[in-house]
């Protein structure tokens, strides 16, 4: 099995994190890969917010929480340190597209590099409420933008998954 196949095969959603932050270039990789994605006419318009900062982690997780309709303290983000944002601006006819390739590359340098990552969702709300202003206001981007998903990312904290089988009849061949 060739080493990217590997990883395409073993990364899994991780659902449990330690609170401790990986190092900045662990990081760094992480978001490189995510910018290196493919994207509709080339025109590279994801856009990427590293959240490390554990007051704006919190909010957004405790946003989020609200969105889903969970009550008390569940933390949707499951303790990860990082929440990386992926945004697009709306008048690109492929966002959602081209931000969802991002996260999947980000998603797939995670798993290389041994650390854990789950897409977590409602970052669609998120951009539509007073929150996602205040995230923009805080990175200096104007304009209209959608929430296209979140990467919770971190030091998994819990021993990889099995690989679940994979369901049958999903590839048909027309020669
Ligand atoms: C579009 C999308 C949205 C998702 N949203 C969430 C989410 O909000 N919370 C969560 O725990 N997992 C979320 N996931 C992760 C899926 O539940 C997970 O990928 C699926 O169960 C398959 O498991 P695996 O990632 O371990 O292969 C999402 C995945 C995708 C692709």
């Given at each position: 099995?060739?080493?990217?196949?590997?990883?395409?095969?073993?990364?899994?959603?991780?659902?449990?994190?330690?609170?401790?932050?990986?190092?900045?270039?662990?990081?760094?990789?992480?978001?490189?890969?995510?910018?290196?994605?493919?994207?509709?006419?080339?025109k590279?318009?994801?856009?990427?917010?590293?959240?490390?900062?554990?007051?704006?982690?919190?909010?957004?997780?405790e946003?989020?929480?609200?969105?889903?309709?969970w009550e008390?303290?569940?933390?949707?983000?499951?303790?990860?340190?990082?929440?990386?944002?992926v945004?697009?601006?709306?008048d690109?006819?492929?966002?959602?597209?081209?931000?969802?390739?991002s996260?999947?590359?980000?998603m797939?340098?995670?798993?290389?590099?041994?650390?854990?990552?789950?897409?977590?969702?409602?970052?669609k709300?998120?951009?539509?409420?007073?929150?996602?202003?205040?995230?923009?206001?805080?990175?200096?981007?104007?304009?209209?933008?959608?929430?296209?998903?979140?990467?919770?990312?971190?030091?998994?904290?819990?021993?990889?998954?099995?690989?679940?089988?994979?369901?049958?009849?999903?590839?048909?061949?027309?020669?």
């Amino acid at each position: 099995m060739s080493k990217l196949t590997k990883i395409i095969k073993e990364r899994r959603s991780v659902r449990k994190f330690s609170s401790l932050l990986p190092s900045k270039n662990l990081i760094d990789e992480v978001l490189e890969a995510g910018i290196y994605a493919a994207s509709g006419r080339g025109k590279q318009a994801p856009i990427l917010i590293s959240i490390t900062n554990k007051e704006l982690r919190d909010t957004i997780a405790e946003e989020n929480r609200k969105i889903g309709g969970w009550e008390g303290d569940f933390d949707p983000f499951y303790g990860a340190p990082i929440i990386i944002l992926v945004i697009a601006p709306k008048d690109i006819p492929t966002a959602v597209y081209d931000g969802s390739l991002s996260i999947g590359n980000m998603m797939l340098k995670a798993q290389e590099l041994g650390l854990g990552s789950c897409w977590i969702h409602r970052a669609k709300e998120e951009m539509e409420s007073d929150l996602g202003k205040e995230i923009l206001d805080k990175v200096g981007l104007k304009g209209d933008y959608i929430g296209i998903g979140h990467l919770a990312l971190g030091i998994p904290d819990v021993p990889p998954e099995p690989i679940p089988e994979r369901l049958p009849d999903r590839i048909f061949f027309i020669d």
